[in-house]
Structure formats: structure tokens, C-alpha cells
């Protein structure tokens, strides 16, 4: 099984643990989108804005259950954390956060220390799917744990995904953090680390179309060892996002800083 079709199968899985839980509902069209341009510094955790994934995994191929114990914030800074405690039927327990809204064109940044391990996945990336009576459309950044020098981008549009570009993280995605931007249009779809550009996609049929939640996750793998890697605990570790951002496509930027800032 190639590691696109293994990725297919963890999407898969996503969307109907999601059903399971009951949080699914028809989401609104692209132009309808109901999340609005924000900034959140994780002052605070406002559950009122986000969901926080509790009691269930993805598949048998996630060796962890996600646990709203793995999700806090310190000092300003969200931490999700991976660590060895037996939680559900799993060994290991993880965290994942998405917001409640969905949101559309425009564009979506995230200042983030990614965990240390391989066969971990530190992940920012929106998502829609069947549960909510839409395609399974996705854009994502992961720091795959084998490698923290690269963060890997890819997008998935009516489920086919394949579209997977290597970007360099200067000094590593785990020993700072760093800035991860894209810029999502119907008919361009940007890239960024750091502020610069890394990647860009021109082609209609690889960009989704249908708006989607943002997720921030880490969580482990013991079989999926050619995408994340072979799986070696040591210690608990963490996924640390300082801020997260969505710009509305014609709002003004959220944060001084901002890619929005400076778009054509």
C-alpha cells in the first residue's frame, strides 16, 4: 500500500470517528462560510471557539487516544501533548483541537513548535468531509517526526490527495518556532514558512473548494512507518502553537506580522 493510500485510510478514519461522536452537521457552502477573520493568542482556551477531540482514535494504525488531558494552555501558548499512559485502548494518549466554525478563502497562519519523535505527526491543517454532507477537502502542514527539518504540504480535493511538497524549516521544526502561512484562493493556493514562499499551486483541480474547520493535532503511529517514520518513545513531548490566525479574503491583516499583510 502506497503512502498516499495509508494517508487516505487515516482520512478516512477521521471523518467517520467524527460521525461517531456525533459532531458532524451540513456545513455551509464555500461562500457561506460561517467562521469570521480572527486572532487567537491562547490567552485562554475558549471551548465556546473550540472543540476539543476526547475518548476515541482514528484507526488501528493511531497508536494513541485522543484526550482532552493532552490539551491546556500555558503561559500563552496552546500545548498538545503526546505521552505513555494507557487512556481508552490505547498506550499512548494525544491532542487534537479543531474550531467549530468553518471558514472559507483567505489566509490561515499558525506560529508553532513542532514535538519531538519519530513516528509522530505535528500537525496544522484544515478539513471537511462526508460527515458533513461535503467532499473530503484538506489542506495541510505536518512535521512528520523522521525528518523536523521539512514540514510537509499537501491538499486533498474530493479525497484525492498526491499533491505533497517537502519544505526546508530553517534550524528545524522542533528546536523554535516558526511561522506556517497559506493562502487559499479559488484558483491559487500559497505556501509559506518564515513569511516566505515555498510552495504554490495554480491548478484548479488541486485546490479545494469547500470551506472547512481548523485542527491543530499530534498524534503517533506505530504502522505507518515509511510516511512518519519507526516509532520510538522516550518521553512525553508536545505540539506548542503560540497563535493562530484566519484572514478573511479582503479583511484587513489580524497581526502586524501577518502574510495578509503584504499580499498582491
Sequence with gaps: MNIDRLKRHYRLA??????VVGIGHIAAAQEGANGTSFL????????????ISDGWNNGTFQNCT???????????VLQLTFEERKEGDRNYACGEIQTRKRYGYGTYEARIKAADGSGLNSA????IGPTNKKPHDEIDFEVLGKN???VQVNQYVSAKGGNEFLADVPGGANQGFNDYAFVWEKDRLRYYVNGELVHEVNDPAKIPVNAQKIFFSLWGTDTLTDWMGTFAYKEPTKLEVDRVAFTAAGDDCQFAESVACRLD
Excluded at 487567537?40 to 472543540?51: A, P, Q, T
Excluded at 485522543?66 to 500563552?76: A, D, I, L
Excluded at 496544522?124 to 478539513?127: D, V, W
Design 124 to 127: 496544522f491543517f484544515t478539513y
Design 40 to 51: 487567537d493568542d491562547f490567552d485562554r482556551l475558549d471551548r465556546k471557539f473550540w472543540f
Design 66 to 76: 485522543w484526550s482532552e488531558k493532552q490539551v491546556k494552555v500555558v503561559n500563552g
Design 148 to 150: 523536523t527539518a521539512k
Design 14 to 19: 477521521l471523518a467517520a470517528t467524527f460521525s
